[in-house]
């Protein structure tokens, strides 16, 4: 709290959401219908639509600068290997709409979420040496469990939900999608850049003249601090290794994050129990 400008922009922001509530509690039509949280499917809906979309760019946020910095491929090339991730989810989408008809949606929810997981899990494990085909499969992975994700989460949110809400209820999941994704690329380009300094600083500890390695007549050969170049590839090479943990620790962040909510897929009723009963209230009406 010691910046000003954060201590103003936090005051309008309380007096903001103030406001807000004040007329929305008051007026015959808020900005926010409060109905819609009448609906469990649709809370629970709500609270994915701020887990998964913080996973999706955030990931994505740090693929770009990963691939061009520490793998060192062209625009072009890096570009190619992030479509493989919406390859996946293409395939995914396309597969779980026959899928819902025979599995709950729920169990679609967490297997996705699981692939999400093992795919991150392999990203901690990738180096300046990482093949293009593992980036490309592991992408690919991703983008799977993003689709077994979206579309059960989307139906299951909206399917117990009044139709005279739905306007409102997707305005509110665009609203959510939107604050998460900047919530979560800012926590993990925050990470990266703490995370490197701190590594770096740490890894430069053991940079010295008592350690035996660097003594080495092999080692030596190639860097020897006692000149200008051996001291800027040292440099290189401890920013390089310090920004290759930092992203594995962002990973391994994300990883844990998206474990801690799997257990809230089950806030979310079952899709088809819902299904059955729609199906049951639209052979009555047929029948009266």
């Not at 994915?48 to 770009?64: D, E, N």
């Not at 300046?128 to 085909?133: I, L, R």
């Not at 474990?259 to 199906?279: C, D, E, H, T």
Request: charged content about 10%; aromatic content about 10%; overall charge neutral.
């Amino acid at each position: 709290m010691q910046s000003r400008e954060i201590v103003i922009e936090l005051i309008i922001a309380g007096i903001g959401f103030y406001y807000f509530l004040a007329h929305s509690l008051t007026t015959a039509n808020p900005f926010v219908q409060f109905a819609l949280f009448k609906d469990k499917n649709f809370v629970g809906g709500c609270v994915f639509m701020t887990v998964v979309p913080l996973v999706m760019y955030s990931t994505m946020a740090l693929a770009t600068p990963y691939l061009e910095n520490i793998q060192g491929y062209p625009i072009l090339t890096a570009g190619w290997l992030l479509a493989s991730r919406g390859l996946g989810t293409f395939f995914s989408m396309m597969l779980v709409s026959r899928l819902m008809r025979y599995i709950e949606a729920r169990t679609l929810i967490i297997s996705g979420l699981l692939a999400t997981c093992s795919s991150l899990y392999a990203m901690t494990g990738w180096t300046e040496q990482t093949s293009f085909n593992e980036v490309a499969l592991v992408s690919t992975l991703q983008g799977f469990g993003f689709g077994l994700v979206f579309v059960p989460l989307s139906t299951v949110t909206f399917l117990t939900l009044s139709p005279k809400l739905r306007g409102d209820g997707t305005s509110m999941l665009t609203l959510l999608r939107n604050v998460a994704s900047s919530i979560g690329i800012s926590i993990v380009i925050a990470q990266l850049t703490s995370g490197t300094k701190q590594t770096y600083a740490r890894l430069s500890e053991h940079v010295t003249p008592f350690n035996h390695a660097l003594q080495m007549p092999d080692v030596r050969s190639l860097l020897d601090l006692g000149t200008n170049g051996g001291r800027a590839m040292m440099d290189g090479l401890l920013n390089m290794q310090a920004s290759i943990i930092a992203f594995t620790l962002d990973y391994e962040l994300v990883m844990i994050f998206i474990l801690a909510s799997i257990p809230l897929v089950f806030l979310l009723g079952s899709s088809k129990a819902a299904l059955r009963k729609q199906g049951a209230g639209a052979e009555h009406t047929v029948i009266e």
